[in-house]
C-alpha cells in the first residue's frame, strides 16, 4: 500500500500519524506547498516576533524521520489523474499513490473591490510567506488596513499591535468577529481596541481603493464614501478551498469545496479529504479530528465524523477572555435569550424547546464545560427547576448501576 498525503498542516500531519500508527510498513509521501510545519492559529505571536519559527511547529522536530514519511516540501500539486492514481506536480512529475488524502486547506481570497487585483501592497494573513511579508510593511508602513474583523482580521490586528502599528479594521457586518459575538460581546472588544489606538469602521465596506502610478495603494474608499489614507491592505474577509487542481477530475466539489462523507471519502473510492479544504467548518480541531478520520478509514479501520461539536470558538484579546457556543446571534422563531451580566462577565444562553442552541461567555468562562455537554448532548434543560445559569453536572450527570456514566436531565424537584 502507498499513501501520498497533500497538505502538512492540522488535518495531514494527523493524518501521516495515523495512517503510520495503523500500518507500519506502508510508503507514506506527503507532499506540501508549506515548506516547514507551522499552526496558523497562532501566526500573529510571529508577527509580533513573540515567536520564532520553530515555536510555531506544533508536530516532532524530527516528525518526517519519526513516522517514516517521505516529506516532499515546497511542492504543490496541480493535477490529478484518477484513473491512474497519479498526483501530477508543479513541474510535470507524478506521484502515483494508492489512497490519497486531500488536506490542502483554503487561500486567501482577494474580494472584486475595485483595483484591489492590481495593487501591489495587498496580503493575506493566511501563510508564513504573508506574515514574512508582514513583518516588513511593519517597519515602514503607518496606515494598514485590516479589511474583515474576523478571528483572522483581528489576530492580525493584535499582531501589529505588539509591533506598536495601530491598523485601522474595516468590516461589512455590524460588529467584529459577527460570527462568534453578539453585538454586546463585540462591544467589550471594540472599546477595548478603541482605548488603544485602533481605528475601526463596522458596517461599512471597501468600495474601492486609489493606486499610485507604481500600483501601490494610497488611499481607501469606504462603501459609505469615508476616504482613508492607507499605505497596506491586509485581505482576512474571504477564503477559498484549494481545490483547483480538481478541476476535470470528476471529483466533487460544491461551492464551498471538496465533498466527503463522514468517513473522509470523496466521491472516488481511493481518494479521502480532511479539514478547511471542505469549506465548511474551517477551525483547528475540526481538521486534526477529519485528518484522524480520514486517515482511519484509508488504513482500513472504520471510523466516523459523529459526535463533533464544531460551533465553539474560545479567545482572549487584551486580557478579555470570551466563548462562543453554537448559534449566539439566532432570532429563530421560538428561541429565548437569558442575559447575566455583572460589572466584569457578561454570559447569554438561548434556548428553544428545553435545548441550548447558542451561548456566549464573556470575562468569566466557568461555565463554559458544563454549556459545552449541554448542548453537544443535547440535554433537555427545561426540566431542571433553577436558573439556566445555575445548573451543575450533579444536573444531569449520572452513573448506572454497571457504573456507566450517563447525561440526562432529571427533574429534582419533590
Ligand atoms: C491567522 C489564523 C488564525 C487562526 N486561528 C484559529 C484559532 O484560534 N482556532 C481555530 O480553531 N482555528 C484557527 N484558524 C483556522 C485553522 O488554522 C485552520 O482550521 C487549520 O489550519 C486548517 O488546517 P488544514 O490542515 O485543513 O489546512 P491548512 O492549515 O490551510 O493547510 C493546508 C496545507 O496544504 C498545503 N497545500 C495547499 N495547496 C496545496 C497544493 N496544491 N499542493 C500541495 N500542498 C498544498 C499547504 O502548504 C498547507 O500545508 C486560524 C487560521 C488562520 C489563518
Not at 506521484?95 to 486567501?108: C, E, F, P, Q, R
Not at 494573513?125 to 503607518?142: S, Y
Not at 448506572?400 to 427533574?411: L, R, T
Request: charged share 25%; with cysteine.
Amino acid at each position: 500500500m502507498k499513501y501520498v498525503v497533500l497538505g502538512s498542516s492540522a488535518a495531514g500531519i494527523n493524518g501521516v500519524r495515523e495512517l503510520r500508527k495503523l500500518d507500519k510498513d506502508s510508503e507514506i509521501v506527503l507532499i506540501s506547498k508549506d515548506k516547514a510545519i507551522y499552526s496558523r492559529c497562532i501566526l500573529h505571536h510571529y508577527l509580533s516576533n513573540e515567536r520564532n519559527m520553530e515555536q510555531l511547529c506544533f508536530a516532532e522536530q524530527d516528525f518526517a524521520d519519526l513516522f517514516r514519511v517521505n516529506w516532499m516540501k515546497g511542492r504543490s500539486c496541480t493535477g490529478i489523474k484518477p484513473e491512474e492514481r497519479l498526483v501530477i506536480l508543479e513541474n510535470g512529475e507524478t506521484v502515483s499513490y494508492d489512497k490519497l488524502l486531500i488536506a490542502t486547506g483554503s487561500h486567501t481570497f482577494v474580494p472584486p473591490v475595485k483595483n484591489l487585483k492590481k495593487a501591489c501592497n495587498v496580503t493575506g494573513f493566511r501563510n508564513i510567506e504573508d506574515v514574512e511579508a508582514l513583518k516588513a510593511v511593519a517597519q515602514e508602513a503607518e496606515n494598514v488596513i485590516v479589511m474583515g474583523a474576523g478571528l483572522v482580521g483581528i489576530d492580525c490586528a493584535m499582531g501589529f499591535l505588539d509591533l506598536g502599528v495601530k491598523v485601522t479594521l474595516v468590516e461589512m457586518a455590524g460588529w467584529l468577529l459577527s460570527k462568534q459575538l453578539d453585538e454586546r460581546a463585540a462591544k467589550t472588544y471594540q472599546d477595548a481596541f478603541e482605548r488603544q489606538g485602533i481605528k475601526q469602521y463596522y458596517g461599512v465596506g471597501i468600495a474601492e481603493v486609489v493606486l499610485d502610478e507604481d500600483n501601490r495603494i494610497r488611499e481607501a474608499i469606504l462603501t459609505d464614501g469615508t476616504r482613508l489614507p492607507c499605505d497596506h491592505v491586509v485581505v482576512t474577509a474571504g477564503v477559498r478551498s484549494n481545490v483547483e487542481f480538481l478541476e476535470g477530475t470528476g471529483i466533487k466539489t460544491s461551492r464551498f469545496g471538496l465533498i466527503y462523507d463522514e468517513t473522509g471519502k470523496t466521491s472516488n473510492d481511493n481518494i479521502y479529504g480532511a479539514g478547511d479544504v471542505s469549506g465548511t467548518s474551517p477551525i483547528w480541531p475540526a481538521a486534526v479530528k477529519e485528518g484522524i478520520v480520514a486517515a482511519s478509514n484509508m488504513a482500513g479501520v472504520p471510523r466516523k465524523m459523529t459526535d463533533f461539536f464544531a460551533s465553539k470558538a474560545t479567545m482572549n484579546f487584551l486580557g478579555i477572555p470570551s466563548m462562543s457556543l453554537g448559534d449566539v446571534n439566532s432570532n429563530e422563531d421560538g428561541i429565548t435569550a437569558e442575559v447575566r451580566e455583572t460589572e466584569d462577565s457578561y454570559k447569554k444562553i438561548l434556548h428553544k424547546d428545553g435545548k441550548i442552541v447558542g451561548a456566549v461567555l464573556q470575562g468569566d468562562l466557568a461555565y463554559g464545560g458544563i454549556l459545552q455537554q449541554l448542548i453537544a448532548r443535547k440535554i433537555d434543560v427545561g426540566k431542571v427547576k433553577k436558573p439556566i445559569f445555575d445548573i451543575d453536572y450533579s444536573d444531569f450527570f449520572h452513573i448506572k448501576e454497571n457504573f456507566e456514566f450517563y447525561y440526562e436531565s432529571v427533574d429534582r424537584q419533590p
